[in-house]
């Protein structure tokens, strides 16, 4: 029976690093895009080609859709709005993954901080994670 508890043991040690590099993997990925979401090459290297991506104000996109809307120049100038993110959770299901966080979008004017919660599907394909589904809600403010 000590063998038995001993190889469980064993196994879920040697599982964690695996977990814990994916976690971090992920989490990086998620705050290198929040902090260049005003990159085109950043939403390229983020959202999987057949994501779908549902809007605060309930519309649907795709990946297309969104590389579409970017104007080349704007990738060297200052973002208008930084973004971050609170309370960042990640559930690891193997080859998948679920984030759900606060995402904090500061304007760069006097205009009111942004508040949303975000959940996002990752899944790592061909060694790389990658978004597939993605849901924004804003969140009401106080008035």
């Known amino acids: 029976m000590k063998k038995i508890?001993?190889?469980v043991l064993l196994i879920l040690f040697a599982s964690t690093p695996s977990i814990a590099g994916?976690?971090?993997d992920?989490?990086?990925l998620l705050h290198d895009f929040l902090a260049r979401a005003h990159v085109k090459a950043a939403h390229e290297r983020f959202w999987a080609e057949d994501l779908v991506y549902t809007g605060?104000?309930?519309t649907r996109t795709?990946?297309?859709?969104?590389?579409a809307?970017?104007?080349?120049a704007t990738d060297d100038q200052e973002p208008t709005t930084t973004y971050s993110g609170e309370d960042v959770r990640l559930k690891h299901l193997g080859d998948a993954a679920v984030v759900t966080f606060k995402l904090v979008g500061t304007p760069g004017d006097d205009s009111p901080?942004?508040?949303?919660y975000n959940t996002g599907t990752f899944v790592k394909r061909d060694g790389e994670w990658r978004v597939i589904a993605w849901q924004a809600t804003k969140i009401p403010t106080e008035e």
């Open 5 to 7: 508890q001993l190889s």
């Open 62 to 67: 795709d990946k297309a859709s969104i590389l």
């Open 69 to 72: 809307s970017f104007d080349e």
């Open 113 to 116: 901080v942004l508040y949303y």
């Open 26 to 28: 992920i989490l990086t």
């Open 56 to 58: 605060s104000a309930g």
């Open 22 to 24: 994916d976690a971090d």
